[in-house]
Structure formats: structure tokens, C-alpha cells
T-cell receptor, first 117, second 110 residues
Framework: DSGVTQTPKHLITATGQRVTLRCSPRSGDLSVYWYQQSLDQGLQFLIQYYNGEERAKGNILERFSAQQFPDLHSELNLSSLELGDSALYFC????????????????FGAGSRLTVL | AQSVAQPEDQVNVAEGNPLTVKCTYSVSGNPYLFWYVQYPNRGLQFLLKYITGDNLVKGSYGFEAEFNKSQTSFHLKKPSALVSDSALYFCAVRDNDMRFGAGTRLTVKP
């Protein structure tokens, strides 16, 4: 157990629907990251938060949004789902955000597997 | 922007033989480089990192990586491979976010 908790582990839904993925970071970590892993595109960075504020944005679609709450857990909202959104969504956490000094080690959760039918 | 490249999609080695998983980087300034491993149905796990100092970095599970500035490489190595080392390996570089390579699937055959 890495200490990063992601729910749900598996999710099957239909095109056009909306889902919310949840992540609880490791105790003491202030930064949360979301990544999408699909077979053909590897590990794609979506977005990063530090202590509730957005710090970096990657290739996140406009249909996707995220936030980090005061208790530091984060949610990734995926709407108007398409078949191509089927993927593993990983959350990771670290003490600091990657733009700060030092070399942060990311701790990853086990992922949420989304299947869009 | 910083980036890493993993030129091999797949690496196959026999158990007991040395293994190398390649990574090259493109950064401005001093690089912060990482290796992570992903076992089936699991999240990525940190193996080792290079910040500064000794070019040979030792990490978890007997892995090490050699930083080579002239060749802009950060190859992952292990002197004697185990079947249990079979997994997906990712090289990464720190930018404003953490950028990962495409991954290399290592298969160790008995």
C-alpha cells in the first residue's frame, strides 16, 4: 500500500456520461498530480495541485476538470465521455510541487480504470 | 521544455544476465532524473533519482543508473536480472511537472 488511495478502482460507463474520480494523498503530502495512462499514449500528465492551488497543467481536455479540497483530497471530473477516454487514471502525491526546489519523489496510487462503452 | 526518450519499447533478457534499459534526456540547466517501475495492475513505484554528485546512482531492488552528461543519457542497469524484474519501466524528468517517457517493457525469461 503506497498510502495514496484512489476510488473507484474500476468504473464502467456509457458515452456522454460524467464521472468523478477521487484521490486521497499520502499523509503529509501537499501536492497532488493526475495522469492518464492509455495503451497508445503512455503516461500523460493532466494537472497538478499544491495545497489547493493549481500549479501546472498538461494535456487536460476542456471536458475534464479537477480540484483539490481543503483536506487535500482531490477529484478529477470527466464529462461528456467518449470511447477514447477509456484509460487508467493515476493520482500521485508528493510533499512539494515539482516546480519548487529539490527533486520530489511522486508516490502513485493504484489507479482507477475507466471503461467507456 | 524538459523531456526524456526511451528508445526501446521492449527489452528481453535471460535471467541472470545483466540488463540495461535506456533513457536519453533533453533539459536546460541541471537535470533531475528519475526511474519508476510499474508492475501489472499497480501504480508506478519510485526506483531511484539523480540530482547531482556521483554519476552512478543506486536504487531499490538492486537497480542502478548511470548519468552521462556528454551523451545526455540516464540508463537503468542491473548486474543480474530476475524473472520478477519483468515490468514496465519509466524514465522521468522534472520540469514544472514530472514528465515521463513512453515506457520500456522488460521481460526476463527463465
Amino acid at each position: 500500500d503506497s498510502g495514496v488511495t484512489q476510488t473507484p478502482k474500476h468504473l464502467i460507463t456509457a458515452t456522454g456520461q460524467r464521472v468523478t474520480l477521487r484521490c486521497s494523498p499520502r499523509s503529509g503530502d501537499l501536492s497532488v498530480y493526475w495522469y492518464q495512462q492509455s495503451l497508445d499514449q503512455g503516461l500523460q500528465f493532466l494537472i497538478q495541485y499544491y495545497n489547493g492551488e493549481e500549479r501546472a497543467k498538461g494535456n487536460i481536455l476542456e471536458r475534464f476538470s479537477a480540484q483539490q479540497f481543503p483536506d487535500l483530497h482531490s477529484e478529477l471530473n470527466l464529462s461528456s465521455l467518449e470511447l477514447g477516454d477509456s484509460a487508467l487514471y493515476f493520482c500521485a502525491s508528493s510533499v512539494r510541487w515539482t516546480g519548487s526546489s529539490g527533486a520530489n519523489v511522486l508516490t502513485f496510487g493504484a489507479g482507477s480504470r475507466l471503461t467507456v462503452l | 521544455a524538459q523531456s526524456v526518450a526511451q528508445p526501446e519499447d521492449q527489452v528481453n533478457v535471460a535471467e541472470g544476465n545483466p540488463l540495461t534499459v535506456k533513457c536519453t534526456y533533453s533539459v536546460s540547466g541541471n537535470p533531475y532524473l528519475f526511474w519508476y517501475v510499474q508492475y501489472p495492475n499497480r501504480g508506478l513505484q519510485f526506483l531511484l533519482k539523480y540530482i547531482t554528485g556521483d554519476n552512478l546512482v543506486k536504487g531499490s531492488y538492486g537497480f542502478e543508473a548511470e548519468f552521462n552528461k556528454s551523451q545526455t543519457s540516464f540508463h537503468l542497469k542491473k548486474p543480474s536480472a530476475l524473472v520478477s524484474d519483468s515490468a514496465l519501466y519509466f524514465c522521468a524528468v522534472r520540469d514544472n511537472d514530472m514528465r515521463f517517457g513512453a515506457g520500456t517493457r522488460l521481460t526476463v525469461k527463465p
